[in-house]
């Protein structure tokens, strides 16, 4: 399994941007997929996550302004970020909880797998 982000780049303070990550395998289901970041030095920290059932749950920093997303038949997460700061400047990882995959006859549990990290860098 594995989970590969992107949607990244340099964009203005204000504006918007868009991250996507999809994830691969024979995958059955996956229990919660969610964005991190973390800057340079710092420990990395929750922005979104949902659930295979629709609950969302947002950072303080990104409530208002960030929405998370999922299509379940893609197997991917998208997070819209919107009203953008320069303190949101970092890169973004993308994690999933509690994933299902089948092959053949056998069933695999894969507890976390997180993707590569994607950059955002917002200008002043």
């Known amino acids: 399994v594995q989970l590969q982000a992107s949607g990244g780049g340099l964009v203005q303070a204000g504006g918007s941007l868009t991250l996507s990550c999809a994830a691969s395998?024979?995958?059955?289901?996956?229990?919660?997929m969610a964005w991190y970041r973390q800057a340079p030095g710092k420990e990395r920290g929750l922005v979104a996550r949902i659930t295979n059932d629709g609950r969302i749950d947002y950072s303080y920093s990104a409530r208002g302004r960030f929405t998370i997303s999922r299509d379940n038949a893609k197997n991917t997460v998208y997070l819209q970020m919107s009203s953008l700061k320069p303190e949101d400047t970092t890169f973004y990882y993308c994690?999933?909880?509690?994933?299902?995959?089948?092959?053949?006859?056998?069933?695999?549990?894969?507890?976390?797998?997180w993707g590569q990290g994607t950059l955002v860098t917002v200008s002043s």
């Open positions: 395998g024979n995958i059955f289901s996956i229990n919660v």
């Open positions: 994690n999933a909880l509690g994933i299902t995959v089948y092959s053949g006859n056998l069933r695999y549990e894969y507890p976390e797998v």
